[in-house]
């Protein structure tokens, strides 16, 4: 519930705010405007219900228009969606709303040299390390366009991320060819190491036709052995020192490289998400030695399935237990600068990183928003100690070194049962008294995870995306799946909760920085076509039967406000599934709450990451794992293998996309 103890700004505020106290009504209009807002507001609300079998019925679901309300004023005229939704799709390719065109580029394999990356895909039983070093890595994830300037919608630099290579039972599915091999040999796992982390490559649009600038200067692999330097509060501290670096400040390379994000200085945001699947060890591996953070992280206690621990000791936390410490972090970039040194930035704590979404805060500090993608795991946010400047590069470059983090604690607020609620921000900081066991800040950032269990904050199901809207500056994030919940709240309403949730809240006093919130649920994904026993997985009032779908995971707004979500859940099409197809892509009105389907992957993959050219005219989409399960032969067809790869989308009339 809205808090009752301020005025309403205007009627926008009347209509959704719940108080009809008089005392509480507004200034600048009457009190019979005022009411008849709230009865808009109250008959309104009959569209946000919670659908018991195909039709709605009687339950009260979310707050109406929370995003209008942050505006303070009244929201801009005219229906975001202008597309007409696509059905759920099957097939091995790709579907998109009428009108506009989606066409594959840069699969994994793309040379960014014109010498030494191989003359065609080097996928295809190929072990040439040295190959993929100068090609577009492996199972592309967060992305973003950097426009190069006087030239913004036609030249950049695309950034994006290599999350990992697909492996089936201990071996790489596609990464040497069709016949599955061992992970373990020195080509194969160099290789690997090379196929991820991050591409940065030139592209420019010729006559309709973007492709990648060939040895370009800005053309640049980043891998999981490109040196990086450890910086903020933790870096140098005894955990984060290893044989090789016994300064604790330089790390070689990135890895599972999942969301992104950017800062408005120009830099990207490359965040390490499944880092622990990489530690294991060869050291009587059925004897595990993991200490309490390695096992709340997630390390093997054995063998891994990718088997760097058997070539690279670094990877063997029983030879060297302090490596793993040094990946889970969140990484800077500049992306125009090839020579630059990627940054770890420690102050934004170490989990498994999702992506990073920022907000200024009224002050002018910089906030960043994260999530830890984990079932029970954790939300949070990261506040500067300095303030961003526009345009001043070495005020802005270091911002992400010092600052307070906090983990978030939503509470369901005046009543339980209504999926909104109350939130406020936990402090990891070594004054928060209930951290008293940690040493230091140090001790806090490098488990991360452990102080905010200590802090009792909220278990959320898989926290994924966050975004932040352009103008209002209210923070969504996507909640993908929790099979395994077993307890619930106002936030996480569902047990053994397969379709996932969007949440949202609204900070105090609209202010990034602030310490309190307002939250609701923008929307439970769920499954309206098929008979449930628990009404809540027929999906909120605003999932229907055009547009089901499971696991949203990719989140993004574009300039206008309009939500992209993105998935990456269960493909079966049967059972709890049915109907919902291919993983997808949808865009959604936060003021209205409509979700339309705009674009479907083809088999077995996930959709995911997003960025525009600044005229909101070409969108960026990645398309990761097509054909995990073996069948799939997109985007080359006839009997290839499948690859992932960047989707470009373009309206046909040369409008903005979504429109
Ligand atoms: Fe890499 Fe949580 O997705
Ligand atoms: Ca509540
Ligand atoms: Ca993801
Ligand atoms: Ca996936």
């Known amino acids: 519930m809205l808090a009752n103890s301020r005025r309403c700004i205007n009627l926008m505020e009347c209509f959704v705010n719940p108080h009809i106290d008089p005392d509480d009504i507004p200034t600048n209009h009457s009190a019979n405007e005022h009411f008849q807002a709230v009865v808009n507001r109250a008959v309104s609300r009959r569209g946000f219900l919670i659908k018991t079998g195909t039709s709605a019925a009687t339950v009260a679901f979310l707050s109406s228009g929370l995003s209008a309300c942050a505006t303070g004023d009244a929201p801009a005229q005219g229906p975001l969606l202008g597309f ?37 895909w080097s996928g295809n039983g190929s072990e040439d390390a040295a190959a993929q070093l100068r090609q577009v890595g492996d199972n592309h994830d967060g992305i973003h366009f950097f426009p190069i300037d006087g030239k913004a919608n036609d030249e950049g630099v695309l950034v994006m991320n290599h999350e990992y290579s697909t492996t089936n039972g201990g071996n790489y ?7 599955p091999a061992p992970a373990n040999t020195p080509d194969r796992v160099n290789k690997a190491i090379n196929a991820w982390g991050c591409s940065v490559i030139h592209i420019k649009r010729t006559a309709g036709q973007w492709a990648v600038v060939l040895d370009s200067t800005y053309n640049r692999r980043i891998t999981s052995a490109t040196p ?57 591996p059925s004897v595990d030695g993991r200490t309490d953070s390695q096992k709340r992280y997630g390390l093997s206690a054995g063998a891994t399935g990718y088997g760097w621990e058997v070539v690279h000791s670094r990877f063997d936390y029983k030879k060297e237990p302090n490596e793993s410490n040094r990946f889970g972090w969140i990484v800077e970039i500049d992306p125009f600068d090839p020579t630059s040194t990627p940054k770890k930035r420690t102050a934004l704590g170490r989990i498994k990183h999702e992506n990073a979404a920022y907000a200024i805060a009224a002050d002018g500090r910089v906030v960043v928003y994260t999530g830890d993608d984990q079932v029970n795991d954790y939300i949070y946010k990261f506040v500067s100690n300095g303030k961003y400047i526009a345009g001043n590069l070495l005020n802005n470059r270091n911002l992400l070194d010092s600052g307070t983090l906090y983990v978030a604690k939503f509470n369901d607020g005046a009543a339980t049962g209504d999926f909104m609620g109350t939130g406020e921000w936990l402090p990891l900081t070594t004054r928060n008294p ?35 809207h352009p103008q209002t500056n209210e923070v969504y994030v996507t909640l993908t799946n929790n099979s395994g919940r077993t307890t619930t709240d106002d936030a996480n309403p569902r047990t053994a909760n397969r379709y996932g949730q969007i949440i949202r809240w609204r900070e105090a006093g609209k202010d990034a920085a602030a310490l309190t919130f307002e939250w609701d649920l923008f929307v439970l994904a769920g499954n309206p076509t098929i008979a449930q026993a628990n ?59 409509e979700i339309r389907r705009f674009f479907v992957g083809p088999k077995e993959c996930e959709v995911t990451g997003l960025t525009f050219t600044p005229d909101q005219k070409t969108m960026f989409v990645n398309v990761q794992h097509p054909g995990e399960g073996g069948n799939s032969h997109w985007p080359d067809g006839g009997t290839a293998l499948p690859r992932s790869a960047t989707v470009i989308i373009t309206k046909n009339d040369g409008g903005v996309i979504g429109t």
């Open 84 to 120: 007409s939704a696509v059905a759920s799709y099957t097939e091995d390719g790709l579907s998109i709303a009428p009108g506009y065109t989606a066409t594959p580029f840069v699969p994994w394999g793309t040379p960014l040299f014109s010498s030494g990356a191989g003359s065609t």
């Open 173 to 179: 599915t596609f990464l040497f060819g069709a016949t």
């Open 228 to 284: 990086m330097l450890l910086t903020g509060p933790a870096a140098g501290h005894a955990k984060l020192q290893t044989s090789a670096d016994p300064t604790g400040t330089v790390v070689l390379g990135t890895i599972n490289n999942c969301g992104n994000g950017y800062t408005p200085w120009g830099t990207y945001l490359t965040c390490e998400e499944n880092w622990n699947n990489n530690f294991g060890t060869t050291v009587d």
């Open 434 to 468: 209930a951290l008293s066991g940690f040493a230091s800040l140090a001790d806090i950032l490098i488990d991360t995870r452990l102080a905010a269990d200590a802090l009792g904050a909220t278990k959320m199901d898989r926290p994924e995306w966050v975004t932040v």
């Open 535 to 593: 009404a809540l997985n027929n999906g909120s009032a605003n999932v229907n039967a055009n547009n089901t779908f499971n696991s949203p995971d990719g989140l993004g707004f574009d300039a206008s406000g309009r939500l992209w979500i993105q998935t990456d859940g269960n493909y079966s099409n049967v059972g709890n599934f049915a109907n919902q197809g291919n993983n997808q892509m949808l865009a959604a009105d936060p003021i209205t709450k």
